[in-house]
C-alpha cells in the first residue's frame, strides 16, 4: 500500500509556514469538535476524541483551533486526545472574540484580553510556546497599536513562534507587518465566494499561507450545482470537490476540512487524492 493510500493527507503536498514548520496542505479545523452554535461540550465526547486521534493516522500534521470554539471547549479536547504531541504536529490557535451565547461572537480585541485568551490557551494546551497565534479579527473599537504591539511583545517573549490573521484585506496585513511578520491570513474564502482573492494573491506574492475557512458555501446556488455535477462525474462528496478546487486554488492555500465524525473526517482527507481535469476547471475555473 502506497504511504498516500494509507496517510491520503500527504497527497496535497506541504507547505512551508514562517520559514521552518512544513506541514501537509491537507489540515484540519478543530471548531466543529463543539456543541451547537460552537457552544459547550460536544454531543459525543468520545467520537471527538476518536476524530482527533483518526487526523495523525490519516497524515494531517496541522490542526487549527480557537480559545473562543466552545469557548475553550476546542482547545481542550485537543490535549486531552493528542498530548503529549507527536513531533511535526503543529496546533494552530486564534485570540480576540468573545463568546457570550451559542453562535455569537463579539469582537475584543483589548490588551487584557487577548493576554488572558494568550495564556488560556497556552494551559488548555500544555504548551509553552504556540506554533502559530492569529488574531481572530481586527477591532476597530481598539486601537490598531495596542493589539498588535500585544502579540509582538508576546512573540519577543518566546510565546508565540509565528503570528497570523483572519478575516483581513492587504491593508491590514501591511499594518501588521510593521509590527511582525504575518505567516497565515485565514479568511473566508471557496469556490462560491472569493471576494479575497485579492488576499489570495498578496498571499502568494509574499509566501503566506492562506487557510480559507467555511470551503463549501451552501447559500451560493449555483456554485453548489457546479460542484454537485463535478462531484458526479469524479463519484465524489461535494465536500470532496469543493477542497479538492481549493488544493488546486493556490500553492499556498492550507484547508482545514472540519467535522465531529471520524466518517466524514476520512471521507473528506481523500479530497487530496482527487485530481481535478480540464473538464472540471472549465466549470470551476481557478482565480484568476
Not at 500527504?10 to 479545523?29: E, F, H, L, Q
Not at 478543530?30 to 476524530?51: C, Q
Not at 486526545?81 to 455569537?104: D, E, F, H, S, V
Not at 449555483?222 to 462528496?237: D, L, Y
Amino acid at each position: 500500500m502506497q504511504a498516500t493510500e494509507q496517510q491520503p493527507a500527504t497527497a496535497a503536498g506541504t507547505i512551508t509556514i514562517g520559514g521552518d514548520i512544513t506541514v501537509n496542505r491537507m489540515a484540519y479545523g478543530a471548531m466543529r469538535l463543539t456543541g451547537d452554535g460552537i457552544w459547550g461540550p460536544p454531543k459525543d465526547h468520545d467520537e471527538s476524541i476518536r476524530v482527533l486521534k483518526r487526523t495523525l493516522d490519516l497524515g494531517i500534521n496541522f490542526i487549527d483551533t480557537a480559545d473562543s470554539y466552545g469557548p475553550h471547549v476546542s482547545e481542550e479536547l485537543i490535549a486531552e486526545a493528542l498530548y503529549p504531541y507527536p513531533k511535526g504536529l503543529t496546533i494552530a490557535t486564534k485570540g480576540g472574540l468573545l463568546r457570550t451565547g451559542p453562535n455569537q461572537w463579539p469582537v475584543d480585541g483589548s490588551r487584557k484580553h487577548l493576554e488572558e485568551a494568550l495564556n488560556g490557551s497556552l494551559k488548555r494546551l500544555k504548551l509553552d510556546q504556540i506554533d502559530l497565534y492569529q488574531l481572530h479579527r481586527f477591532d476597530s473599537k481598539v486601537p490598531t497599536d495596542e493589539y498588535l504591539s500585544f502579540l509582538q511583545e508576546a512573540q519577543q517573549q518566546g510565546k508565540i513562534k509565528h503570528i497570523g490573521l483572519s478575516e483581513v484585506d492587504v491593508n491590514q496585513i501591511e499594518e501588521a507587518k510593521k509590527y511582525f511578520e504575518v505567516v497565515s491570513v485565514q479568511n473566508m474564502y471557496n469556490f462560491g465566494e472569493q471576494r479575497w482573492n485579492d488576499v489570495l494573491t498578496y498571499c502568494e506574492q509574499n509566501n503566506i499561507a492562506f487557510i480559507p475557512w467555511f470551503p463549501l458555501n451552501a447559500g451560493n446556488i449555483s456554485a453548489e450545482e457546479t460542484i454537485e455535477r463535478v462531484a458526479k462525474r469524479h463519484n465524489a462528496t461535494d465536500y470532496q470537490i469543493a477542497l479538492a478546487w481549493l488544493l488546486a486554488a493556490s500553492p499556498v492555500m492550507l484547508p482545514i476540512a472540519g467535522t465531529s465524525s471520524v466518517k466524514h473526517l476520512e471521507e473528506n482527507v481523500l479530497a487530496a487524492t482527487i485530481k481535478l481535469t480540464d473538464e472540471d476547471f472549465q466549470d470551476m475555473p481557478l482565480p484568476a
